[in-house]
T-cell receptor
Framework: GENVEQHPSTLSVQEGDSAVIKCTYS??????FPWYKQELGKRPQLIID?????GEKKDQRIAVTLNKTAKHFSLHITETQPEDSAVYFC????????????FGTGTRLLVSP | SAVISQKPSRDICQRGTSLTIQCQVD?????MFWYRQQPGQSLTLIAT?????????ESGFVIDKFPISRPNLTFSTLTVSNLSPEDSSIYLC???????????FGSGTRLTVV
C-alpha cells in the first residue's frame, strides 16, 4: 500500500521567511496530493491540493509542486506569519471519493515574530 | 463544502467499557472514513464505511474492536470497544466532498481512558 514520508518533523522560521515541507510517496498510482493545516485542538483543514496532471499550483502565499517521476511533492509558504504556526500534513490518494487518504507524519511549523 | 457534526467532542471512559462516536453529514456521501490521531501523531485510517455493506478495515484494526455502522448516506457511527488506556486518542470522521473542498473532517472526539 501507499506510504508517505514527510520532512522535516519540525521547522522554525522567522516571520517573513519562506518555509518548505517535503513529502515522498511510494505508490505510482497515487494522483491526488492534498496538504492540511492543523492548529492545536482543531480539525485538519485543507489548504491546497494538487492532482497528477499538474506540476505546480499556487494560492496566494502557498504553493505546491509535484514531481511524479521522483514521486515527491512539496509545500512552499512564502512571507510566513505567526498565524502560519501549526502542524502541516501531506497526504496521497489514488483517487478522490472512493479511495483513502494516506497521511505523512506531519511537520510542526513555528513562525517567530 | 459538506458540514460534519461529530459527537461527543470529548469523553472520559473507564477501562473495559465502550464509546460510540457519531458523525452526521449535511449531504449524502458514498464513503465515510474514520481516522485515529494519537497524541502528537499523524492521522491513521481505521476503516472506510460504505452504506449498505460492511466497513473495510485497515491493517491493525479489527471489527470486534472498532465496529462501524453506516445505516444511510449521511450518518455513521464508530464504536471503540473494550477500552484500554492505549485507546486514548482523537477520533475523526471524514468525507470527500469533491471538487475544491476535498476531504472534510469532523471536529473530532477526544477520548481519554482511565
Amino acid at each position: 500500500g501507499e506510504n508517505v514520508e514527510q520532512h522535516p518533523s519540525t521547522l522554525s522560521v522567522q516571520e517573513g521567511d519562506s518555509a518548505v515541507i517535503k513529502c515522498t510517496y511510494s505508490d505510482s498510482a497515487s494522483n491526488y496530493f492534498p496538504w492540511y493545516k492543523q492548529e492545536l485542538g482543531k480539525r485538519p483543514q485543507l489548504i491546497i491540493d494538487i492532482r497528477s496532471n499538474v506540476g505546480e499550483k499556487k494560492d496566494q502565499r502557498i504553493a505546491v509542486t509535484l514531481n511524479k517521476t521522483a514521486k515527491h511533492f512539496s509545500l512552499h509558504i512564502t512571507e510566513t506569519q505567526p498565524e502560519d504556526s501549526a502542524v502541516y500534513f501531506c497526504a496521497a490518494s489514488t483517487d478522490t471519493g472512493f479511495q483513502k487518504l494516506v497521511f505523512g507524519t506531519g511537520t510542526r511549523l513555528l513562525v517567530s515574530p | 463544502s459538506a458540514v460534519i457534526s461529530q459527537k461527543p467532542s470529548r469523553d472520559i471512559c473507564q477501562r473495559g467499557t465502550s464509546l460510540t462516536i457519531q458523525c452526521q453529514v449535511d449531504s449524502q456521501v458514498t464513503m465515510m472514513f474514520w481516522y485515529r490521531q494519537q497524541p502528537g501523531q499523524s492521522l491513521t485510517l481505521i476503516a472506510t464505511a460504505n452504506q449498505g455493506s460492511e466497513a473495510t478495515y485497515e491493517s491493525g484494526f479489527v471489527i470486534d474492536k472498532f465496529p462501524i455502522s453506516r445505516p444511510n448516506l449521511t450518518f455513521s457511527t464508530l464504536t471503540v470497544s473494550n477500552l484500554s488506556p492505549e485507546d486514548s486518542s482523537i477520533y475523526l470522521c471524514s468525507v470527500d466532498t469533491g471538487g475544491y473542498y476535498g476531504y472534510t473532517f469532523g471536529s473530532g472526539t477526544r477520548l481519554t481512558v482511565v
